[in-house]
Structure formats: structure tokens, C-alpha cells
């Protein structure tokens, strides 16, 4: 049963840290593309940082120097480290891991991040 369970959300004040955690399960971790992507009450979607296989790494504009995304594929885990958190970075954080070979994707249920003081 394939599983992607965040954690690590939860509410913080501007200015704050947040480590986020994706613990993946049920298929072969290191061969997929992992993703931290976001969704604010009434916006769509966006995507926040991705790591390849090899470890290469993108960022969104507004989270380059602020967010830090990596993996641990002996872990079968990805984590997205977010420094200087602003009130505008409050959403549900999403994992990924998308293979475009096998043309699958999986996501988990989201965790809350809430930056307020």
C-alpha cells in the first residue's frame, strides 16, 4: 500500500522555522521525483520545491533562500526545512512523488502550516 504521510506543520510566528517531514511507503522511493507543493484557502495549487533522483533541487521564487528541500533515500523520506516564515507562506503542504517513466503520481494528505503571531 503505497503511504506519503507528512508532518511536522503546525502554527508558528512570523519570522519562524518549520521542518516538514514526507515519510513515503509501498513503492521504491529513490526512483521518484519528490515534491513540497502548497494551496492556501482560495488559491490553487503551487508548487514550493522539488528534488530530483540525483539530488538536484528547485525552488518557487518567492521560496529560494528562505526554504531548504531534501531527501534521505535510505529513510524513504523528504523534508522541506522553512526559515523566515511569513504570514503569506500559511497553506496545506502537500508531498509528491511523481515517476514520468511509470507515468504515476502520489500524494499525501497534507499538513497545516499556520504563520501568525
Known amino acids: 500500500q503505497v503511504q506519503l504521510v507528512e508532518s511536522g506543520g503546525g502554527l508558528v510566528q512570523p519570522g519562524g522555522s518549520l521542518r516538514l517531514s514526507c515519510a513515503a511507503s509501498g513503492f521504491t522511493f529513490s526512483r521518484y521525483v519528490m515534491t513540497w507543493y502548497r494551496q492556501a484557502p482560495g488559491k490553487e495549487r503551487e508548487l514550493v520545491a522539488a528534488?530530483?533522483?540525483?539530488?538536484?533541487?528547485n525552488y518557487a521564487d518567492s521560496m529560494k533562500g528562505r526554504f531548504t528541500i531534501s531527501r534521505d533515500n535510505a529513510k524513504n523520506t523528504v523534508y522541506l526545512q522553512m526559515n523566515s516564515l511569513k504570514p503569506e507562506d500559511t497553506a496545506v503542504y502537500y508531498c509528491?512523488?511523481?515517476?514520468?517513466?511509470?507515468?504515476?503520481?502520489?500524494w499525501g494528505q497534507g499538513t497545516q502550516v499556520t504563520v501568525s503571531s
Open positions: 528534488i530530483t533522483r540525483a539530488g538536484s533541487t
Open positions: 509528491n512523488a511523481k515517476n514520468d517513466v511509470l507515468r504515476i503520481n502520489y
